[in-house]
């Protein structure tokens, strides 16, 4: 083609520029794996773990009554598929600690005159708590319970004399009795918010220094790889701790949510949380080679602990493999550390397994970033 026909053409050179930008992307295998992986995970996670249907809520029994009448009563609540009976209570304290403690979502309580007074055609009471620290648990267990005391009382009183119920379902919400959104959310949005800023500032120090080339002179100084790791986190995790801080003032200020437990446990327990993520951050930029790269990583962690933590929607309605996920992922340790403390006043008798598990995750990824570090030779 003459130089004139070239110019006369507006897409002259088309199919060089493509075929050149095909086997950029070909080359690009972080590229083309997010490109086609975070698409797909979209999907899968909207269409399998996400499931807004409440049901199965994990709840606490305590019989005090123990015949055939408060029997076939829980019998319909567990046959609503609205309650999963995973544990039987002795006492009230039981009842209430395992609510406390985020064992339980619910509880059931009949009286020890339970049956009694159905027979004397007396008003019977079932008290229900329920966890107000998740909105969407609270409203569906209120309303499916109050559902099964009127179908239960409508049977009594098929072909008998009108006159009050006889089963009466108390509900009493715990934590949050106005449910407010704000009650459930910021807390969770703690968790999210630290990671998120965290782990980008971190992936980037390494990644930004490999840019720069200065990070072969820090491999040639008599600084360990571990030492290095260390010293990169710090700074970070202060910077973290001290937003923290700002959020929880933010969060009691702004939103008027209150925290019911103590500050200086929710603080502490706060650390094996900076410190995982400051480890998730090392290791990420260990692995990438840009800064493009590193931020591709962090949001590709960030997404599935959006929705897969419990933030946003119920564990226990997701399948299995996801819950699976879901226990694999910090966020979902300290949003039942921040949710415990902060509305539910846990102590850490309730919570030290979260925090045990942060700080396991925490320490192999720290060791595991200083050990990518040394194989990959800085470079």
């Not at 309580?109 to 009694?116: A, L, M, T, W």
């Not at 998120?196 to 840019?211: G, P, Q």
């Not at 009691?252 to 995982?276: C, D």
Request: charge should be positive.
């Amino acid at each position: 083609m003459t130089l004139a026909k070239q110019k006369a053409n507006p897409f002259s050179g088309v199919w060089p520029v493509c075929r050149k930008e095909f086997t950029h992307i070909s080359r690009d295998r972080a590229t083309l794996f997010f490109a086609l992986f975070l698409p797909v995970m979209q999907l899968l996670l909207f269409g399998f773990a996400i499931d807004t249907n409440i049901r199965q809520i994990p709840t606490i029994v305590l019989d005090e009554a123990r015949t055939q009448e408060s029997r076939r009563l829980l019998d319909m609540f567990a046959n609503s598929d609205a309650f999963k009976m995973n544990a039987i209570a002795q006492s009230d304290s039981e009842l209430q600690s395992a609510i406390v403690s985020g064992k339980a979502k619910a509880g059931i309580k009949i009286p020890v005159d339970f049956s009694r007074r159905l027979q004397d055609g007396q008003q019977a009471t079932v008290l229900v708590l329920i966890d107000g620290s998740d909105s969407t648990v609270t409203s569906f267990a209120v309303n499916v319970s109050s559902g099964i005391a009127l179908q239960e009382s409508l049977r009594r009183m098929s072909g008998g004399s009108p006159g009050p119920m006889p089963l009466e379902v108390r509900q009493t919400v715990l934590f949050n009795p106005s449910t407010r959104s704000a009650n459930f959310f910021v807390p969770g949005m703690i968790a999210i918010v630290l990671q998120a800023m965290i782990i980008m500032l971190v992936a980037f120090s390494i990644v930004r220094e490999r840019e720069k080339g200065t990070l072969e002179q820090l491999a040639l100084t008599p600084v360990k790889p571990l030492g290095l790791m260390v010293g990169k986190m710090t700074p970070y995790g202060l910077l973290g701790f001290l937003e923290l801080c700002t959020i929880l003032i933010l969060m009691r200020v702004v939103f008027r949510v209150p925290i019911q437990g103590s500050l200086a446990l929710l603080l502490l327990l706060s650390l094996p949380f900076l410190l995982t993520i400051l480890g998730v951050g090392l290791l990420i930029s260990t692995k990438a080679k840009t800064q493009t790269e590193a931020f591709q990583l962090a949001m590709g962690s960030l997404l599935p602990s959006v929705f897969l933590s419990g933030y946003m929607f119920l564990i226990d309605n997701m399948p299995m493999v996801f819950q699976w996920i879901s226990h694999v992922m910090p966020a979902t340790y300290y949003i039942a550390i921040l949710r415990g403390i902060i509305l539910r006043g846990a102590g850490v008798g309730d919570l030290w397994i979260d925090a045990a598990v942060l700080l396991a995750m925490g320490t192999g990824a720290i060791l595991l970033a200083a050990r990518q570090f040394v194989r990959s030779g800085a470079q």
